[in-house]
């Protein structure tokens, strides 16, 4: 007659066989994805509008993976709310592979802390396949400004608090978050003024209306070289391949500060690690040729074609770097 320790051993073995069943099904299952995907037309949505950064490097994928598969890929433009309309739709799509996001940290990093609700978790909704690029942000000045090094600035904005004020490309963009980074670093009073875009402050940041920005490298390098606006440092960890000479916020006394924007290419949770992996390997080829690197280097882009455990990883570690100088700033926006 069999003991209740012949039970549970049985109990054991049989819950041992359901698993390495259940396993063997996945590796299957798993392979088959990885031998017919696509079969399809894969679509790539972008939250922005044409011509824009994230849409010519989607469209630099898209047309990758039609060449190297045989089946369309498209890049399908759905502007709006910072690029949270297209998050959203990616986040409740199949996770077939069949729809991507071009992601930005604005909707899978700064919107979880600035919306009290949001449609998608940006951890547990998506599964990351590769951090595409970095566009770094510089500290300019406009001329007038007596300061003529970092910590005289900031020497003047503690001389001076509430009088020195910073232009911004809009509420919650990584040049706004990089102003208020500093503050909070600094612990320097300097008021906000918010523009639609980077191109729409520069008429008042060259005419000395407001003292500074935190603005995007590409608009502004010419500038800078023109000897119009005065820069201090770049907003990336490393320097840009845009403007080398100019050091990084870290450099200039300030480590591991970093205030950039970002896209990544995303698939929905669940979505077949096997589809992941042909996605992943695709996108780094896609990103690898010499003139592909020059076209984005051009744009003021830093390629970086990570995997999707250090895409997943940079998620992780700056939701909660970035809640805690948001909900400082007290940065609230709508629904």
Not at 5 to 10: A, W
Not at 322 to 328: L, M, Q, R, T
Request: aromatic share 6%; net charge neutral.
């Amino acid at each position: 007659m069999p003991t209740q320790r012949d039970k549970l051993g049985e109990g054991r073995g049989m819950k041992a066989i359901v698993m390495a069943a259940l396993s063997l099904c996945l590796t299957a299952a798993d392979a088959a994805a990885q031998t017919t995907y696509p079969e399809q037309t894969i679509r790539i949505l972008v939250g922005f509008p044409p011509g824009v950064a994230p849409d010519i490097t989607g469209r630099i994928l898209a047309e990758r993976f039609t060449q190297a598969w045989g089946k369309s890929a498209v890049v399908d433009n759905v502007p709006g709310a910072g690029g949270n309309i297209a998050t959203e739709r990616v986040a409740k799509a199949p996770p077939d592979g069949y729809t991507l996001l071009m992601g930005g940290n604005a909707s899978l990093i700064f919107s979880p802390s600035m919306y009290d609700k949001l449609a998608y978790d940006p951890i547990k909704d998506f599964a990351p396949i590769s951090q595409i690029f970095i566009a770094a942000n510089v500290l300019v000045v406009h001329n007038d400004v007596p300061a003529k090094t970092l910590p005289e600035l900031i020497a003047l904005a503690r001389a001076e608090p509430g009088k020195l004020t910073y232009a911004h490309a809009g509420a919650g963009t990584s040049q706004h978050l990089a102003a208020e980074l500093l503050k909070s670093l600094t612990g320097i009073d300097i008021q906000p003024v918010a523009y639609r875009g980077t191109t729409a402050l520069l008429p008042d940041l060259l005419a000395g209306r407001v003292t500074m920005s935190f603005a995007n490298i590409v608009n502004v390098v010419p500038l800078i070289r023109e000897g119009k606006l005065r820069a201090f440092a770049v907003t990336s960890l490393k320097r840009s391949a845009v403007a080398p000479e100019l050091p990084t916020m870290a450099e200039s006394g300030y480590p591991g500060f970093e205030a950039v924007p970002w896209f990544g290419l995303m698939a929905p949770a669940r979505t077949a690690p096997a589809i992941i992996d042909k996605l992943h390997r695709e996108t780094v080829e896609a990103l690898a040729p010499p003139d592909v690197r020059r076209k984005l280097t051009e744009l003021g882009l830093d390629v970086v074609g990570n995997s999707p455990a250090e895409l997943s990883a940079v998620i992780a570690r700056e939701i909660p770097q970035w809640a805690k100088v948001i909900k400082g700033a007290g940065i609230k926006l709508g629904e």
